[in-house]
């Protein structure tokens, strides 16, 4: 209820005492508020809030009647939340006990000074819109996570979860209070190393996480892809209190990813098959005739013609072994009929013929235990960092190992060669496919890199997926 000339808020009074109640009325009035007719008991107030909405309620503590100031403001607080002043002469400890745990938005000596009231009304009307506006935020803020589909979650420092959205319950299967409380790391696959308390630990220490990559595990036991963003919780002077993570199931999205390499995988073979007998074949048919050729030229003592023959011929054996050379990489007969070390380990013969460098391979698993495709992302991965290593970082030793631990495969391409700066990681085109290949396999590619002190790629992939 507005005075609709000035616009000031209305004020009921609550007060026994009639002289006090006018004298406050007259007081409020050259304050320009709206002052409504003052009542005298908790009773009257009630009955009138039902029909009526008062900006704020300047209430006395001892009121006549059967219920007094304390008891008619936990109604209040109870049914209409309207602000309310506690007035009052002087109060025994008891009482002041009782009315504070009411929670007023006041308290104030019917003797105060005008200045004092004046401040104490504007203060409270104040933080009760600031407190409204807060609620309103809140709501707006709950409706808004409980119908995205996404996950989002929010956690202590410690990994305990605080807050666990509808779109956490749809993706992870648990429902909100099966959660709180218990430690973020229930999503975390037995078999998969847990990266959220390292990720914790830098957020806390103020460095930025990129979104990323990673599985996890739903209530009934199905393993997932999601991605994953984190973010700090800051409170007061920007201290990080807590985490929040909001995840996106991409199961679809990686299955389909992995359909597509499969589709181009079966096309990189067949483009390599037809390079080697067809292509290869023709060519080397070709490289035939010419020899033919040239042996019917040297006999009709033709040099000249011999010579240019000569020159075609060498250059089409050049071009055999390109297509042969090219086939080779594109094949992979090796890995697909002997399995991933051996695979390798002829990739690195290939290497040391093609590049003339020096390149070791150790492996220490057996092929039969590595998911097809699985290998062959492997594969590819140290396929592209041996071709970086030799082409542009002018290595002359390579090493490779392919090793296991208790839960995952391990992959490492270690070169001698000049490395490159931190900031160029992400600019190299075969450095985003290996991390697209390794994230299709549900890896962890790390590159580790130095100026003139060479590179080191490795990729981490869990065992059981």
Not at 77 to 91: A, E, G, H, R, V
Not at 275 to 302: P, V, Y
Not at 322 to 351: I, P
Not at 398 to 411: A, F, G, P, Q, R
């Amino acid at each position: 209820m507005k005075n609709v000339e000035n616009d000031k808020p209305s004020i009921l009074i609550v007060e026994d005492e009639k002289i006090v109640a006018l004298d406050i009325t007259r007081t409020l009035e050259k304050m320009k508020y709206q002052v409504l007719t003052p009542l005298q008991t908790g009773e009257e107030a009630l009955e009138y809030l039902i029909h009526h909405r008062p900006d704020l309620i300047l209430l006395d503590i001892k009121l006549k009647g059967d219920i007094d100031g304390i008891d008619t403001a936990v109604e209040i607080n109870t049914k209409y939340n309207i602000p309310f002043i506690f007035l009052s002469t002087f109060s025994d400890e008891t009482t002041l006990s009782r009315a504070k745990r009411t929670e007023p938005y006041g308290y104030i000596t019917k003797s105060s000074h005008t200045n004092d009231l004046h401040s104490m009304i504007e203060m409270a009307l104040y933080r009760h819109k600031m407190e409204l506006t807060a609620k309103k935020n809140e709501e707006l803020l709950s409706i808004t996570l409980k119908s995205i589909s996404d996950a989002v979650i929010g956690t202590d420092l410690d990994g305990s979860i605080i807050s666990w959205n509808g779109g956490a319950f749809h993706i992870f299967g648990y429902g909100e209070q099966e959660v709180l409380g218990k430690n973020i790391s229930i999503l975390t696959p037995p078999f998969y190393p847990n990266e959220l308390p390292n990720v914790f630990d830098q957020i806390n220490k103020g460095i930025e996480v990129d979104h990323y990559e990673t599985v996890r595990q739903r209530r009934d036991g199905e393993i997932i892809n999601i991605s994953i963003k984190v973010n700090p919780l800051k409170g007061p002077l920007h201290t990080v209190n807590g985490i929040s993570l909001i995840a996106r199931d991409i199961t679809a999205k990686k299955r389909l990813e992995l359909e597509i390499l499969e589709a181009s995988e079966r096309e990189r073979h067949r483009i390599g098959k037809d390079l080697h007998d067809s292509l290869g074949q023709n060519l080397t048919g070709i490289s035939l005739q010419l020899k033919i050729l040239e042996n019917m030229l040297r006999e009709n003592n033709l040099k000249d013609e011999v010579d240019i023959t000569y020159r075609i011929e060498r250059m089409i054996r050049e071009s055999i072994k390109q297509t042969r050379s090219l086939a080779k990489n594109l094949l992979t007969v090796t890995l697909q009929n002997q399995g991933l070390s051996v695979a390798l380990k002829e990739l690195s013969m290939h290497s040391e013929s093609l590049y003339s460098i020096s390149v070791e391979c150790r492996t220490r698993i057996e092929d039969d235990i590595i998911d097809e495709v699985m290998a062959a992302q492997l594969y590819h991965i140290a396929q592209e960092a041996l071709t970086n290593a030799s082409r542009h970082s002018a290595a002359k030793h390579i090493k490779i190992d392919l090793d296991e631990d208790d839960s995952e495969y391990v992959l490492r391409i270690r070169d001698d060669g000049s490395g490159f700066a931190e900031d160029e990681k992400n600019k190299g085109l075969g450095l985003r496919i290996m991390e697209y290949r390794s994230n299709i396999i549900n890896g962890r590619l790390s590159i580790l890199t130095q100026k003139s002190r060479g590179t080191t790629v490795s990729c981490r992939v869990p065992k059981y997926q």
